[in-house]
């Protein structure tokens, strides 16, 4: 089966601009995760859709992040404006709720 | 509230030789525990998963793992390691009640020859 799809692959831009991600999720996987991975730690959940609805974005720095996710299947997040500390990779994952999740590539976002 | 523990951040070993990446959890319900690997430059795999029934877990790459209920672990472990198993490794519990993965913060295993 096809994996998630995840791009860019790389992105470097700078402090106080803008940048989007974009995830196509496996195939009729409700449930859709972004998580921000910073250098030596361990992904932190940002947000979590379950179809187009969240389920949980208390860790979202809402001020600056926002995701959306159209008609359930395709997801984006979006920074404005970006800050040095957001650099970090960004993964989107999928799953069946409960089951495991399959992770995408990820982005990696360096901010300069 | 769940929680992860990695014990260690970082384990240096020889090729050849065994390994054990521990990992301890909280939890006040019953879980779903996960190891991922993540090698250089790639996204997050699945090693291995327990959802329930036999207590030893076996996964991909010959490691596999315990999940010990009165000790609330699920230490990973193999018992011969080589070069490409140098990686990240993250332990995770999925906790049905709130349906978050909850992250440790990662083993770096190092391999060397």
């Known amino acids: 089966e096809a994996g998630v799809a995840q791009s860019p692959r790389y992105k470097i831009i700078e402090k106080r601009q803008s940048v989007a991600f974009w995830c196509n999720p496996i195939?009729?996987?409700?449930?859709l995760y972004w998580y921000q991975q910073i250098l030596g730690q361990g992904p932190k959940l940002l947000i979590q859709?379950?179809?187009?609805?969240?389920?949980?974005d208390s860790q979202l720095p809402k001020d600056r992040f926002s995701a959306e996710r159209l008609k359930g299947v395709d997801s984006t997040l979006k920074i404005q404006p970006a800050k040095l500390e957001d650099s970090a990779v960004y993964l989107c994952?999928?799953?069946?709720?409960?089951?495991?999740?399959?992770f995408g590539q990820g982005t990696r976002l360096t901010v300069v | 509230a769940q929680s992860v523990t990695q014990l260690d951040s970082q384990v240096p070993v020889f090729e050849e030789a065994p390994v054990e990446l521990r990992c301890n959890y909280s939890?006040?319900?019953?879980?779903?525990l996960f190891w991922y690997v993540q090698y250089p430059n790639q996204g997050l795999q699945l090693l291995l998963k327990?959802?329930?029934?036999s207590t030893l877990v076996k996964g991909i790459n010959g490691f596999e793992a315990e999940f010990n209920k009165s000790q609330t672990s699920f230490h990973l472990r193999k018992p011969s390691v080589h070069i490409s198993d140098t990686a990240e490794y993250f332990c995770?519990?999925?906790?049905?009640?709130?349906?978050?993965?909850?992250w440790g913060l990662g083993t770096s295993l190092a391999v060397n020859p």
């Open positions: 995770a519990v999925y906790a049905g009640n709130n349906r978050k993965l909850i």
């Open positions: 939890s006040s319900v019953s879980v779903y």
């Open positions: 327990y959802l329930s029934g």
């Open positions: 195939s009729g996987h409700a449930t």
């Open positions: 859709f379950q179809n187009n609805g969240v389920v949980d």
């Open positions: 994952a999928s799953s069946s709720p409960g089951q495991k999740a399959f």
